[in-house]
């Protein structure tokens, strides 16, 4: 089992510009996330999804998109990107609500926008 | 104001020594508080998990306390290994769907 995976690890935008980050688990998991974490402050949920088809916001949703159109993949999207926004961002996924079950973390994207 | 501050930011500590990190919640309500261990470049990775009525768990030579009363937890690490360098994130559940992170405590362990 690969566990969580992201794609793509490293990425520079230029302001403006707009990108896709996807995750993917092969645990069959219901529940997916996707956090940035920022120098100095705990990881921040940007969005969520407690299964196929289904997403709803987080504590810091503004500027993303997300779809899960299929169980195993979630999609973060920045249409317009800003400097804000440099960031590492980090899919998980669980089996069940991550309050009660351990999330499984994937290794991360490096986002920098100029 | 639900949160979770960690201490110390970072601690520097020489192989084969002892150490403990700190965690001070104030979540509200509780329901379980975990710790995770963050090797550089890559996702956290569940360590312990510490429900209320908890107030001790190993985990090979990491051992976490949980005293809910005064909302504190802490880490312990016996015998440092060079590869326990890594950020150690405390995550408290206050209920369905809510999980504060903690900031993390970046630990180096040198030879």
């Known amino acids: 089992n690969a566990g969580v995976t992201q794609t793509p690890k490293f990425r520079v935008l230029k302001t403006g510009q707009s990108m896709t980050l996807l995750c993917a688990q092969d645990?069959?998991?219901?529940?997916m996330y996707w956090y940035r974490q920022d120098p100095g402050m705990g990881l921040r949920l940007i969005h969520y999804?407690?299964?196929?088809?289904?997403?709803a916001k987080g504590e810091v949703p503004d500027g993303y998109n997300v779809s899960r159109l299929k169980k195993q993949n979630f999609l973060l999207g920045l249409e317009s990107a800003a400097p804000s926004q440099t960031s590492v961002y980090f899919c998980a996924s669980s089996f069940n609500d991550r309050s009660l079950d351990e999330q499984f973390f994937g290794p991360g994207t490096r986002l920098t926008v100029l | 104001k639900n949160q979770v501050e960690q201490s110390p930011q970072s601690l520097i500590i020489l192989e084969g020594k002892n150490c403990t990190l700190q965690c001070n919640y104030t979540v509200s309500p509780f329901s379980n508080l975990r710790w995770y261990k963050q090797d550089t470049g890559r996702g956290p990775v569940s360590l312990t998990i510490?429900?209320?009525?908890?107030n001790t768990k190993s985990n090979g030579r990491y051992t976490a306390t949980l005293d809910a009363d005064t909302k504190q937890s802490s880490l312990h690490i016996t015998a440092s290994q060079l590869s326990d360098s890594a950020s150690y994130i405390c995550?408290?559940?206050?209920?369905?769907?809510?999980?504060?992170f903690g900031a993390g405590t970046r630990l180096a362990v040198h030879p």
């Open positions: 645990m069959n998991h219901e529940y």
């Open positions: 999804s407690v299964g196929e088809g289904t997403t």
């Open positions: 510490m429900t209320f009525s908890e």
């Open positions: 995550v408290v559940s206050g209920g369905y769907n809510k999980l504060i």
